[in-house]
């Protein structure tokens, strides 16, 4: 059956997931497949753009951490510019677009230009992440709560969370953006009485072949991160549910741990 979601001269929002082409939506695979411009950031997986057709324009508006190629205001007028002339336009995102995405400035643009603008959902990064370390990101009786948070502060800015509330030792707390403050989450977090022997998993290019899964405990956070480079993004999962993984070769270690809870 045809769809009929995709008008000329609309706009669609779509969630590339975290990198392997094998975690696009249908949906999403089907909307690159019918655009006539796409725009796409960094993180968007290479497998992911080799999905959109030849002859396609692909214009990169790629933001990543201290090297933004364009700005948000000219992400926007990009995409608006490009519906306004008729185009049927699908702004590819990593991971959700609506998780740290810039996603409600895009949608607001669109509406104030009259331009219909949808969203498709992706896989969000702490999902693939936690799916790559055979973890859960909650866990019965242990981890009722599961916080998205972001560790990016803007330049010269301390970062200002609610520390005490993170720091619940039910919460599973999904860190994006947390490279560059994995110190300050680790000393803050300890501060506020998070126990320094809370598991943490941190993983690097999550689905993508570059992919490393690393395992520790809050109080070597910052250490565990030190080898990771500012251009490999990477997720920081702190809580007692991610502690049957930190040890994949001793299953019996994590029996006790869930038991524990
Ligand atoms: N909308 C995206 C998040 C964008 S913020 C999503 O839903 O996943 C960018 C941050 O997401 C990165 O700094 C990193 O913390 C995380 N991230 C995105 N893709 C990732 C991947 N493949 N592996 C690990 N972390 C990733």
New binding site residues.
């Given amino acids: 059956m045809p769809h009929d979601d995709f008008p000329a001269g609309s706009v669609w929002l779509v ?1 590339a997931g ?2 392997d082409p094998d975690l696009l939506t249908r949906k999403a695979a089907r909307l690159i497949a019918t655009a006539d411009v796409v725009f796409h950031d960094a ?1 968007v ?1 290479p497998g992911v753009l080799d999905l959109i057709p030849d002859g396609i324009d692909r214009i990169s508006v790629g933001k990543r ?1 201290g090297r933004h190629s364009k700005d948000q205001g000219t992400i926007d007028r990009l995409i608006v510019a490009a519906a306004l002339a008729g185009k049927r336009v699908v702004r590819l ?5 609506a ?3 810039r996603t409600a400035e895009e949608l607001a643009a669109c509406t104030a230009a009259g331009i219909t603008v949808r969203i498709c959902p ?1 896989v ?3 999902s ?2 936690a799916a790559s370390a055979g973890a859960t990101l909650t866990l019965r009786g242990c981890a009722r709560r599961l916080t998205l948070v ?1 560790a ?1 502060a803007k330049a010269g800015e301390p970062l200002d969370l609610d520390w005490a509330t993170l720091a619940a030792p039910d919460t599973t707390l999904a ?5 560059a403050a994995a110190q300050t989450v680790m000393q803050q977090l300890i501060a506020a009485g998070r126990s320094a022997d809370t598991p943490v998993l941190v ?6 072949p570059t ?1 490393r899964i690393i395992r520790g405990r809050l109080s070597s956070l910052a250490f565990l991160v030190e080898a990771i480079s500012a251009h490999d ?4 999962i702190v809580g007692e549910a991610v502690r049957a993984t930190l040890s994949a070769e001793a299953p019996a270690d994590a029996d006790r741990a869930v038991v524990a809870c």
């Fill in positions: 969630g975290p990198g993180l997986g951490s995102k990593g991971g959700d677009p998780i740290f995405g992706g969000t990064a702490a693939a992440a972001t990016h860190v994006y953006m947390g490279r993983v690097v290019n999550a689905s993508l992919e993004p990477a997720m920081l």
